[in-house]
């Protein structure tokens, strides 16, 4: 016997949770991989995210300086940008934890800094964060630490968190017999996972990613890649990406926000993005590493990059 996992939150917002199908002790009769690989990606709707007119300072220190940005609902936007140029403190700004100097910023059409406290704590239960280090709780087991945001909602049930939080397991694609494990025993890919079955066990419509594939190997980075894109397709998820992986970019990306002289230069598919006449542009995209990532995109999209980043990667390209 088998029963479809979802909710009404999951359903309103076109999340494919009919295939979510569980037996009878709660895990997932089929691997998430296959059961979402013939599903279409999820359809962009109306904005989730809308920052506008952005300043950010500290002190004399201006980060942010009329910033604009929309993300809209079932995108993967990432944010891309030098060191300093201020993606954390915009994701930050964008989740609440800091206030912004001027301008505006609404999530789900509501402006951040005037929602009542009780309205701002059910928003952050539609969002999930995975932080760049998995941020682990040391002394929590597993299973506790993916428990946590449930207990915080208030009592569930033992049997019933425990349904919650061994599907999630199984959804990030570790075996149930982790839950028991201490952070400190886990590899580096594992704490990844966890972190990601932390932030999705809510079912949340937005999700934020820190570095998502950040210390990991070659093949544990391609896995969190594919992990994140399974994620995206079953539950119809909204996704913001900070990354410094190009692969992980052009990989995941429907579009990508590139962060330049304190505000978003362009937010565009990114083999658009890399057609734009930048200097950081230019120098992120056509370098040997951005131009051995743009050339792993399917043919129809490769067919629009600028001609500079089809040279071949293993030599360099002179500054247009």
Do not use: W
């Not at 990606?41 to 009329?66: D, F, M, S």
């Not at 964060?129 to 569930?156: C, T, W, Y």
């Not at 952070?183 to 998502?212: N, T, Y």
């Not at 052009?250 to 990508?256: D, F």
Request: charged share 20%; proline share 7%.
């Amino acid at each position: 016997m088998s029963t479809s996992v979802g909710t009404s939150k999951g359903a309103s917002r076109g999340t494919n949770t009919g295939v979510l199908a569980t037996n009878t002790t709660g895990t997932l009769s089929t691997p998430l991989r296959e059961a979402v690989a013939d599903l279409p990606l999820p359809a962009i709707g109306e904005p989730i995210i809308e920052v506008r007119n952005l300043t950010k300072r500290y002190g004399r220190n201006i980060v942010h300086q009329h910033l604009n940005l929309e993300i809209r609902r079932g995108e993967i936007v990432t944010i891309v940008g030098g060191s300093g140029s201020g993606k954390t403190t915009l994701v930050r700004q964008i989740l609440g934890l800091e206030r912004p100097t001027s301008g505006t910023i609404k999530m789900f059409g509501e402006d951040i800094s005037a929602v009542e406290p009780e309205r701002a704590r059910l928003m952050r239960t539609r969002t999930g964060m995975l932080f760049q280090h998995g941020a682990l709780f040391s002394s929590l087991s597993v299973f506790d630490n993916i428990a946590q945001p449930v207990r915080e909602l208030g009592k569930v049930p033992p049997d019933l968190l425990r349904d919650i939080v061994m599907l999630k397991l199984e959804m990030v694609g570790l075996p149930c017999k982790h839950a028991s494990k201490m952070p400190a025993a886990l590899s580096g890919g594992m704490v990844k996972r966890v972190g990601l079955a932390r932030a999705i066990v809510l079912e949340p419509e937005l999700l934020f990613l820190d570095e998502p594939t950040a210390g990991l190997d070659p093949r544990s980075s391609d896995e969190v890649v594919e992990l994140i894109s399974t994620l995206h397709r079953a539950l119809g998820l909204t996704v913001v990406l900070v990354t410094h992986d190009l692969d992980a970019m052009v990989a995941l990306s429907t579009r990508v926000a590139v962060l330049s002289e304190r505000r978003v230069l362009v937010a565009a598919p990114v083999e658009e993005a890399a057609c734009v006449d930048d200097p950081f542009i230019r120098e992120y995209f056509l370098g040997m590493r951005g131009r051995r990532a743009l050339q792993a995109l399917p043919p129809e999209r490769r067919a629009k990059l600028p001609a500079a980043a089809l040279a071949p990667a293993s030599v360099g390209v002179k500054p247009c």
